[in-house]
Nanobody
Framework: QVRVVESGGGLVQPGGSLRLSCVASGNIFSIAAMGWYRQAPGKQRELVATITSGGNTNYADSMKGRFTISRDNAKNTVYLQMNSLKPEDTAVYYC??????WGQGTQVTVSS
């Protein structure tokens, strides 16, 4: 049984930073690709970033240069460092152990 749990969301001012964490149970983490997606109110869920088991990363264009995905296989954890946050980054952020194990999401609100 695979379980994915996100943490680290919250309220931050524009220009601020947050780091999200995602812990995945099970013994497949080290060989699994992981990803972060987000869903803003009234919008479809969209890709933020992915990272392969070998550490290769991929980002949505609007996140490049501001967001960094990383992983620690010893801790079964993937991170999303978000810098220079904007109000339009407000969304529920979801972690996924690809291709199909989703977390429940963590709310990120960027507002002054």
């Amino acid at each position: 049984q695979v379980r994915v749990v996100e943490s680290g969301g919250g309220l931050v001012q524009p220009g601020g930073s947050l780091r999200l964490s995602c812990v995945a149970s099970g013994n497949i983490f080290s060989i699994a690709a992981m990803g972060w997606y987000r869903q803003a109110p009234g919008k479809q869920r969209e890709l933020v970033a992915t990272i392969t088991s070998g550490g290769n990363t991929n980002y949505a264009d609007s996140m490049k240069g501001r967001f960094t995905i990383s992983r620690d296989n010893a801790k079964n954890t993937v991170y999303l460092q978000m810098n220079s946050l904007k109000p339009e980054d407000t969304a529920v952020y979801y972690c996924i152990l690809l291709p199909r194990y989703w977390g429940q999401g963590t709310q990120v609100t960027v507002s002054s």
